[in-house]
């Protein structure tokens, strides 16, 4: 699903494209999500959160749909997160329709 934000003509909510850049309240959401996963008090220092582009498969039909001026299917931006715990770098992906992180396999 795409995320919806309120910059839109008198604050009505906009939806991000797929691949647009995460926008700064989805940065926030991201962290805060990730933050909640671990025990109060716990120092996490965050070095990326950026968009985790969709799967090919995933997007192909959106574009082509975009591309022949069709309604466009709905698809869950997710978040790269990248982050260090006590001098261990952790990576987390999570899509902001499911709200729960799930680490990214190696």
Not at 11 to 17: A, N, R
Not at 28 to 48: M, N, Y
Not at 49 to 74: D, I, N, Q
Request: charge should be neutral.
């Amino acid at each position: 699903m795409s995320a919806a934000h309120p910059n839109g003509a008198n604050g009505s909510p906009t939806l991000s494209h797929p691949l647009g850049p995460l926008s700064g309240e989805e940065i926030t959401q991201a962290s805060g999500l990730i933050k909640a996963s671990w025990p109060e008090g716990v120092d996490l220092h965050f070095r990326v959160v950026t968009l985790r582009e969709p799967a090919k498969a995933e997007l192909a039909p959106y574009l082509k749909a975009e591309r022949a001026g069709e309604p466009t299917t709905s698809i869950d931006r997710r978040a790269f997160v990248v982050y260090y715990f006590r001098g261990t770098v952790c990576r987390q992906c999570l899509g902001f329709t499911s709200k729960h992180p799930a680490d990214l396999p190696t």
